[in-house]
């Protein structure tokens, strides 16, 4: 089961309204950008550690 529906409109908007935050964001103030980044960086850190983790999980020893 999918968050969004599937669809490429659907895809755009997700993208574009990640965009707008993103420039309303750096245009309020670059102090607050930076700032915001850590919290990226925190989100990215998360779904690499995600990733790994089931990787682990999916580990097949038998050759």
């Known amino acids: 089961m999918s968050l969004f529906p599937a669809g ?5 908007l997700i993208a574009g309204a990640g965009l707008l935050f ?3 964001l750096a245009w309020i103030g670059a102090d607050l ?3 915001f980044q850590y919290v990226v960086m ?3 850190t998360l779904a690499l550690l995600s990733f790994y983790i089931g990787g682990i999980r999916q580990w097949d020893t038998v050759l």
């Open 33 to 35: 950008a930076t700032k």
């Open 22 to 24: 993103l420039f309303l």
């Open 42 to 44: 925190a989100f990215l």
């Open 8 to 12: 490429h409109v659907t895809v755009q």
